[in-house]
C-alpha cells in the first residue's frame, strides 16, 4: 500500500500546510492534510477519543471497503492520552523497530493499529501496525504532527488461526470467516 516499514507517518497532520508532516508523507502529496482534515475519524468527543487511545476502547467497528468517517479538529487533549499509552510501555524511548524489539522491557503497549485509507475514494483499504514515537514528541499545541514508525500489515485473528478462542467479546482486528 505504499508504506514502508521503519519510516515514520502521520497520526495528525500539524495546523498549517507550511509545516511538514511525518517523513513518510513529506514527498507524497496525497497524503498532505486536506482542509480541516487531520487525520482522526470516529468519534468527535474528546473522552471517547482519550479511552480509544490509553484504555483500548472500541466505539464501532470498522472493515476494509468502507468508507473512514473523518472528524476534524486539532484534537490536542489526545497528546496526553498517548502520553499515557507510551509511558504504559516498558520502553517509552526507542523509536526504532529492532531496538524496541530488543529491548527486554517492551510490553506492546507503543504498538497501535490504524486503518490504512484509499487516497481515491477514502475508503479503508487495510490496516497497518505502528510503533507510537517517544511520549516527548507528541506536542500539546495543534501545531505539530505527531508521528507513529510504520511496522507493517496489522496481523488479524481468524476462526481457523491456531490460537483463535471462536468469537470473542474483546476488541481488536478480527477477520469474519463464514465456513460452511
Known sequence: MGF????????????SNHKDPCTGDQLDNYHKKN????????????????AQIAGDLQT?????????PDVGGAKTAAASALVDRV?????TSDDDWASYLANSSHNGRRIV????QSEVNGTVLGFGSFLLTDDSSFDHTGNGAWCAV???LATVTDSTSSNSQGASSASGPYQVKLVQ
Open 113 to 116: 493499529i490504524m486503518p490504512l
Open 150 to 152: 510504520y511496522i507493517g
Open 87 to 91: 509511558d504504559q510501555d516498558g520502553d
Open 35 to 50: 482542509g480541516g482534515d487531520r487525520g482522526y475519524w470516529g468519534s468527535t468527543s474528546t473522552s471517547a477519543l482519550e
Open 60 to 68: 464501532e467497528s470498522l472493515t476494509v471497503g468502507q468508507d473512514l
Open 4 to 15: 514502508v516499514p521503519g519510516t515514520q507517518y502521520t497520526l495528525r497532520y500539524p495546523s
